[in-house]
């Protein structure tokens, strides 16, 4: 196929992997719906997508990835700078010589007698000032029809990277999907990305947790924004007036449905409204008027599917009923889907998400229940039809934040909500997140590890710098957000959650909004402000007595290990690391008593 742009360093990047790959030919996608509907009905004939009943669920399909490549392989993924130190102590680091060495010899001849897509597209609305764009190389026509939903794509993205625009250079095969063959490589020096034996979500769909996290952070710190795993949505107030909060929670632990939060019977009578501008990445910049503005890069969702229900999360229920990509959920008789969790009856028999029969009761060899979804399964769909869409998702230059919120699953120790005293103080509590692992990446579930600000897995470069950036950031910003830390996860001595979350949580969005406002009063303790229980709303709300309190209190022995642990992780960066963390780390120490 003729490539259909003058492009000519594109037009040779292209020739030149297609060398390495041998596919029998190149397609360049153009968007079209035309294009779509032949794509699908390729998937189809070979098994890759399976079409859902198009009465119930128009325009669906379920995907069933390889048992072997179900969530992000954080041990394959690798940070490729020339000096080893510029990838950081947080980062897999491979020399780029030897990087592009090995993953040529998987890539080699991988494609023969397949079909190489070539996928322009753009992160953030095509011709912002403050999108990228990057072009994907693969071989998987379900990476295609998910990059489809997940960014602006087609030939509107070439006409505007004309003859000599810079673009990310995103390089994807499937290859044979054996782990022990799977690289995802980042150069970002090269403004590049190689990614073979993978044809899972944040390892294959190189637009999302590649380009607009791994390396746009990269290019923010030199380039003086910021790249954060972030959701940012705008709260409607009684008033009209519509404020906007982003949030940074590791994956698996409740961005998505926060974005698209449904104010609670208790508080409709308030006339709050949310709305959704994005569940997973925020670019953010200061803009002429010294505050910190801030995109949605994304133009879909990638959304956990299980626990989705009506009562969770209305909103992600109405988007996923067309147009959506199910991946690893499980396929009842009448071609529609199930997960743990979703709306209505429990099916007498379906098919699980590796296709195997299922019923409900069945257990494996060590007793415990078969799920029929995986924990990690999926939902691709167009923010476009989500309920609660912003009217600013187009919007070249974003919307102003007013306020910044951290948080993990943490079983005990962090309070529902507490407000840093200051910026830095707020960069020290992101850099100190911790939380419990979850399914969204391979490894032992549960385990409680420091996730600075939600991008442990994701900051292309080394995270002292990275803390540094955000120092510098707060000192440029004039009108700085101010910074909250939240924990939905809190749990009593039976492991039950403490706080229902969800929708509820909108009663601590409230406060927060009163705290940007200074419309409360709030308990100074050693590690932030602290509500007062008075402040939040809890109308409607069924919380036994003293839960609440318990919910807020701080327990200064615990947070004395907690400061002492804080001190030991710091330990392991080097010079780099900003004294104003250590500065904020002794303070702490010294509040504590
Ligand atoms: P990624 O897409 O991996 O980045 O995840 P995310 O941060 O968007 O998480 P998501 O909103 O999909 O939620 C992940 C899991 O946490 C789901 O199983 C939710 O049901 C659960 N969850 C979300 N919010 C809450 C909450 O407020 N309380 C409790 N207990 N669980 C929640
Ligand atoms: C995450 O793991 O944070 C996700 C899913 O949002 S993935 O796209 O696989 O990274
Ligand atoms: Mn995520």
Redesign the pocket.
Known sequence: MKAPTKHKKLIAWVNEMAKICQPEKIVWINGSEEEKKKLEEEAISTGELIRLNQKKLPGCFLHRSDPSDVARSEKLTYICTKRKNDAGPNNNWMEPKEAYKRAREIFSGSMKGRTLYVIPFSMGPIGSEFSKIGVELTDSIYVVLNMRIMSRIGQEVLDQLGTNGSFTKCMHGKADLNPDKRLILHFPEDNTIWSVGSGYGGNALLGKKCLALRIASYLGKKEGWMAEHMLILGIEKPSGQIQYIAAA?P????????AMLVPPEGLKRKGYRIWTVG??IAWMRIDSDRGLWAVNPEAGF???V??TNSK?NPNAVKAIQKNTIYTNVALKPDMTVWWE?ADGEIPEEALDWRGRPWKPGMVDETGSPVRAAHPNSRFTAPISQCPSISFRLDQHHGVPISAILFGGRRARLAPLVYEAFEWNHGVYMGSTVASEKTA?AEGTLGEVRRDPMAMLPFCGYNMADYFQHWVDMGNRLEKKPRIFHVN??RTDKNGN?LWP??GE?LRILEWILYRCEEKVEAVKTPIGYVPYPKDIDITGLSLPKGTLQELLSVNIHEWRQEQEDHEKYFKQFDSAFPHELLKECNSLKRRLG
């Open positions: 929670f994956s698996a632990c409740g961005k998505t449905n926060l569940d997973d990638f959304g956990v299980p626990g969770s969790g969204a939905w996860f959650f979350g969800y949580n």
